[in-house]
C-alpha cells in the first residue's frame, strides 16, 4: 500500500491501576515485578493512551482510554486516576476538543480502551449521559462488536452497559466485516470505514484476547505504525511468551504476536503501546539469541511525522 504524509500524536488519557499476576499470566512474580514493581496490594500502575493520527484534514483517534465514567466505587476498585476526563485535557492542550475529531476506531470495547467515549462520573450522574465525539464516526469490527453486544459471562464485567445501544442510536457507527474465524493474523482492507479514515489505513485481526480485535494500521510515506491494543499492551509484552490472564487464547495470541513479527520487524514498522507508562511506541527485532525485544522507543510525550 502506498504511503500517506501523515502527523502521529501519543495523545495521553486516565491511569488504572491493575493487579500485576493478572496483566502478567502465567510469568512468576518474580519476573514481571522487575519489569514494573507492584504497590503494596499488588497492583501495577498503567496508562490509557490514545493515537491520533491527522491526514488528509481527517483526524482519526485510535480509542479513547479508560475515561472517568465510573462511579466513584468502581473507580477506585479499578485504579482509575484521576477522576477528570484526562484524554479531553490532552486534547485540549493540543487545540483540539472532541467535537474535532473525525473518527473513533475502537479496537475492542472493552471499559479500558472505550470508556473515554463517555463524560465524567459527575456529568453523567447529573443526567448528561451522552456519547462524546459528537462528529467523529465510531469504527469497529464486526466480532468485537457483536462480543460486546452479547458477552461471555467470563468477560461480561469488561464491557459498559449501554455502550453498545449508544454507538447503534448515533448513527455513525461503521462495523469493518472480517471473517468470523480469520486466519492469524489476517490483514483486511479499510472497506466501508475508508470512507471516513481516507487512504492509507488498514487492519489486521486478533482473536487471542477478545473476539475480533481490530488493529489499525497506517502506511506513511516514511514509516509504518499498528496500534497494538491488548495483543502487546507495552514493552514488557513484546517478549513473545508474555500474555495476560484477561487473554481469551493465550496460546493463539502468542502466535499472533509472532505473525505480526513477521512483518513488523523487516518492514521497521513502529509499535504503538496504549498501556506502556512510559514508552509511546517501539519498533521490534530479535537479539543475538532470538528473542524479540522492542528498540528504538518513542518517549511519551510524542509527536512525529509518519
Known amino acids: 500500500m502506498q504511503g500517506v504524509s501523515a502527523t502521529l500524536t501519543a495523545v495521553s488519557g486516565n491511569h488504572q491501576w491493575l493487579d500485576g499476576g493478572s496483566m502478567f499470566g502465567n510469568a512468576p512474580r518474580s519476573v514481571w515485578s522487575k519489569w514494573l514493581p507492584p504497590d503494596a ?5 498503567l496508562a490509557c493512551r490514545a493515537m491520533l493520527i491527522e491526514t488528509g484534514g481527517r483526524r482519526i483517534l485510535c480509542e479513547t482510554g ?21 484524554l479531553l ?13 473525525d473518527a473513533v476506531v475502537l479496537s475492542h470495547l472493552h471499559f479500558d480502551h472505550a470508556g473515554g467515549l463517555l463524560p465524567t462520573w459527575s456529568e453523567i450522574s447529573a443526567g448528561r449521559d451522552r456519547l462524546l465525539f459528537p462528529r467523529a464516526h465510531f469504527v469497529v469490527g464486526r466480532e468485537a462488536f457483536a462480543r460486546a453486544s452479547t458477552p461471555h459471562p467470563r ?14 442510536a448515533s448513527g455513525r457507527l461503521v462495523v ?5 474465524e480469520s486466519p492469524v493474523g489476517a490483514i483486511v482492507p479499510a ?24 488493529h489499525t494500521i497506517f502506511h506513511g510515506p516514511n514509516s509504518t505504525v499498528i496500534f497494538a491494543g491488548d495483543l502487546i499492551p507495552g514493552m514488557p509484552w513484546v517478549h513473545v511468551p508474555i500474555t495476560m490472564g484477561y487473554d481469551r487464547f493465550p496460546e493463539r495470541l502468542i502466535d499472533e504476536k509472532e505473525h505480526l513479527y513477521t512483518q513488523a520487524i523487516p518492514n521497521h514498522w513502529l ?13 521490534v527485532r530479535r537479539d543475538p539469541a532470538g528473542r524479540v525485544v522492542g528498540v528504538d522507543p518513542v518517549v511519551d510525550p510524542c509527536r512525529m511525522m509518519i
Open 155 to 168: 468477560d461480561r464485567a469488561s464491557f459498559i452497559p449501554g455502550l453498545v445501544e449508544k454507538l447503534t
Open 66 to 86: 479508560i475515561g472517568a465514567f465510573f462511579e466513584p466505587k468502581l473507580a477506585e476498585r479499578f485504579g482509575v486516576e484521576p477522576r477528570e476526563h484526562v
Open 41 to 45: 496490594a499488588g497492583r501495577i500502575r
Open 89 to 101: 485535557e490532552s486534547l485540549a492542550a493540543l487545540g483540539l476538543s472532541d467535537s474535532d475529531i
Open 271 to 283: 509499535i504503538f503501546f496504549t498501556h506502556d507508562l512510559e514508552t509511546a511506541a517501539a519498533k
Open 191 to 214: 472497506g466501508a470505514a475508508e470512507r471516513v479514515l481516507g487512504p492509507g489505513f488498514e487492519f489486521m485481526i486478533t482473536n487471542g484476547h477478545t473476539p475480533g480485535q481490530l
Open 176 to 180: 469493518v466485516d472480517h471473517p468470523a
